[in-house]
């Protein structure tokens, strides 16, 4: 009988802010469920991945370098199993995630695309949009200037000249919704899906969550919630998946406002784990194979 060989790739901790411990603390536990029923795992750092030093039968893993993310692509196209799919990580970026969901009539805040070298009032009003998150259009966040609560369009000018000053060509506006925040985790193909308040257990990497203040437990359906998450995963391709939504103080409908690759679960790892790790065995067995570039090396 085969013994399947898994390599899971730590995330760099440049994309863990504030949650490098939780970020390893389900890494770990994945690694842990996948050896308990069989599975051989090396694991491997991004950097592994650009040295083309990775051989397995699968990957499962957190990488979000850009490098990592076309090596994932690369593997994928090989017809190796990766769980998460680099395309679908790359899909997370801010811009492509934003014209991905809207795209899908997914409940998602109005939003714009827009130059930060541009002025973004006249835009700004023509989408009758005020208080606003700015983020920074490329890539994942890596640090608390890359996603900016303005509270005006005078503020949101202001962002956009620090994000154009620094480099930063592409900026996503998302409107601001008032509500309840809600966090949620998930992980496609099972039963498994964990949604709670953040605000209540200071859930957060750089405090944004406090902006829209303590969860009033707004009332909400749980199920439509579920669904809408789960379609937002298929729109991205994504297997392992977490997010942000809004519950409207004002209408009680529920709208996505991030949605992420394979987040901490800190709340819920343990829990997690084993499900994640049957997605990533059923990976294998619907696309059996394996992937051993020359020069790979041996176990980490």
């Excluded at 991945?49 to 051989?55: E, H, P, Y």
């Excluded at 009539?105 to 009003?125: G, H, K, Q, V």
């Excluded at 925040?181 to 998930?186: C, R």
Aim: hydrophobic share 40%.
């Amino acid at each position: 009988m085969h013994t399947y060989i898994i390599a899971s790739i730590r995330r760099d901790p440049r994309f863990s802010p504030h949650h490098e411990a939780n970020d390893e603390a389900i890494f770990r536990l994945t690694a842990e469920a996948l050896r308990a029923r069989g599975c051989t795992v090396r694991e491997y750092a991004e950097a592994d991945l650009w040295a083309d030093a990775v051989s397995a039968d699968a990957v499962f893993g957190m990488a979000r370098d850009p490098r990592s993310i076309r090596c994932l692509q690369r593997m994928e196209d090989d017809g190796l199993p990766v769980i998460n799919s680099g395309y679908a990580i790359a899909r997370c970026g801010r811009e492509p995630m934003t014209r991905l969901l809207t795209e899908a009539n997914l409940p998602y805040p109005r939003s714009l695309i827009l130059p930060t070298a541009d002025d973004p009032m006249p835009a700004l009003a023509s989408a009758a949009i005020d208080a606003c998150w700015v983020k920074r259009a490329d890539g994942h966040v890596v640090g608390a200037g890359d996603v900016t609560f303005a509270a005006s369009r005078e503020a949101t000018r202001e962002v956009f000249r620090r994000l154009s000053d620094g480099g930063i060509r592409t900026a996503v506006v998302n409107e601001h919704l008032t509500g309840d925040l809600v966090k949620f985790y998930g992980v496609a193909g099972t039963d498994f899906f964990y949604a709670f308040y953040p605000t209540a257990t200071r859930h957060g990497k750089f405090g944004l969550e406090q902006v829209n203040g303590p969860a009033r437990g707004i009332a909400y359906d749980a199920d439509a919630l579920r669904t809408t998450c789960h379609r937002a995963a298929t729109v991205l391709g994504l297997r392992v998946y977490g997010g942000d939504c809004i519950v409207s103080d004002t209408d009680e409908l529920v709208r996505l406002i991030d949605f992420n690759d394979w987040p901490s679960f800190a709340p819920c790892r343990e829990a997690a784990a084993p499900f994640i790790a049957s997605c990533i065995i059923g990976s294998i067995g619907l696309r059996p194979g394996s992937y051993a570039p020359s020069g790979a090396s041996s176990q980490k």
